[in-house]
Nanobody, 124 residues
Framework: QLQASGGGLVQTGGSLRLSCSASGSTFSSYAMAWFRQGPGKERDFVAVVRRRGVTSYDNSVKGRFTISRDNALNTVSLQMNSLSPEDTAVYYC????????????????????WGQGTQVTVSS
């Protein structure tokens, strides 16, 4: 089970930090990702952290967002800086088997578990 938190309202240029906590003892067996879904849009890949902390990002957030994981605490975080109104969305954390290849990790169907979503709103 995944539980996301940390969303809120922020002005353009501001920062937010999202967190996702996982229950169970097999957290390190999963690649952990963040997706987002804006109003009337599909759920899009944002970032993923794999084995040994290897990360990948969508080009739209590269250089602004940082994903990290703490296997001891069963948490994954997303630090979001330089936010713009285009970042407004519901953000979801998700877990996929650690053996999933990178090209599949960009696709929501690769993920077995999802958090409930947390709203991020960036005002102009």
């Amino acid at each position: 089970q995944l539980q996301a938190s940390g969303g809120g309202l922020v002005q353009t240029g501001g920062s937010l930090r999202l967190s996702c906590s996982a229950s169970g003892s097999t957290f390190s067996s999963y690649a952990m990702a963040w997706f987002r879904q804006g109003p009337g849009k599909e759920r899009d890949f944002v970032a993923v952290v794999r084995r040994r902390g290897v990360t990948s990002y969508d080009n739209s957030v590269k250089g602004r967002f940082t994903i990290s994981r703490d296997n001891a605490l069963n948490t994954v975080s997303l630090q979001m800086n330089s936010l713009s109104p285009e970042d407004t969305a519901v953000y979801y954390c998700a877990a996929a088997p650690i053996t999933t290849i990178l090209s599949q990790l960009w696709i929501p169907d690769a993920y077995d578990y999802w958090g409930q979503g947390t709203q991020v709103t960036v005002s102009s």
